[in-house]
């Protein structure tokens, strides 16, 4: 029975999450607008990642330059450096450990903030007091999750690129203008649209995720460490499927 549960919690919480995702949608297009609180959101979620981003992007670069150079050097492919790893943190490496970064401290403060507002009955009284608490606490955080991941991608891309490029600086002599020059001629339009569109889901699931269980939050402060952890575990694990699908479907272009 244990088994039956879950297999059926789950796919209850699949339906609860589609159901928020809807309502979303819905409030989203409906005015008021709040965007003074999208502002700060931004702001909350943007600039305060970006020490956190930039730090992981600059040790995934290096680290990922000095395991890679050995082999490469090996089968005298030494030159081909730039290319791999910009090519490789362009299209997965970057969004991905991005996203998963911003799981981990975005989807879990959003789900501790919203679950104490619901544990302490803020939520209600803004709900009696005629507000929105939906379109004021949930779509701005959706939102600004969703607009300001991107640029977190870009930031921690180009923190990456420099790590690597100054390895091969120390290591192997090459100047930062023709390590760049290399590393630009090698990317398309292939390898940053892509992985831009796909940024953009991955912001707007980890606002959703987030918001959805801090929202529905169980009453008792228990419920709100509940909904923080579950958060990042379910928003992480949605990231690696939204992952899957857009290389599934860019892969599909490419063929046509």
């Given at each position: 029975m ?35 609180e ?21 040790i995934?670069?290096?680290?990922m ?5 050995p ?22 490496i970057?969004?991905?450990?991005t ?5 981990g401290?975005i ?5 501790a903030?919203l ?14 007091s ?9 779509v701005t955080?959706i939102l ?12 921690g ?12 600086n ?41 918001c959805?269980?801090?929202y ?11 909904a ?8 992480s ?20």
């Amino acid at each position: 029975m244990k088994l039956v549960d879950r297999i059926k919690q789950f796919f209850v919480q699949i339906g609860e999450l589609s159901y928020f995702a809807g309502r979303f949608f819905k409030e989203v297009f409906t005015p008021p607008f709040e965007f003074r609180e999208l502002l700060r959101q931004c702001y909350q979620m943007g600039n305060r990642s970006l020490v956190l981003v930039g730090v992981t992007g600059f040790i995934i670069g290096l680290v990922m330059t000095l395991q890679s150079r050995p082999t490469l050097i090996q089968f005298g492919a030494v030159s081909w450096m730039p290319n791999m790893t910009g090519i490789s943190i362009v299209r997965e490496i970057g969004p991905v450990i991005t996203a998963l970064i911003c799981a981990g401290r975005i989807a879990s403060g959003i789900g501790a903030e919203l679950g104490s507002m619901r544990v302490t009955e803020q939520i209600d009284a803004m709900e009696v007091s005629g507000t929105n608490p939906f379109k004021y606490l949930v779509v701005t955080r959706i939102l600004a999750t969703t607009l300001m991941l991107p640029l977190l991608v870009v930031f921690g891309d180009l923190i990456a690129l420099y790590g690597s490029a100054l390895v091969e600086n120390l290591k192997g002599d090459v100047s930062f203008q023709l390590y760049f020059n290399i590393v630009f001629d090698a990317l398309g339009f292939g390898d940053i649209i892509p992985a831009t569109i796909k940024s953009f889901f991955f912001g707007f699931v980890i606002g959703l995720v987030g918001c959805y269980k801090g929202y529905y939050s169980k009453k008792g402060t228990a419920g709100v460490g509940v909904a923080a952890n579950s958060a990042v575990v379910m928003a992480s694990l949605l990231v690696f499927v939204v992952d899957f699908i857009a290389v599934f479907v860019s892969d599909i272009f490419y063929e046509l």
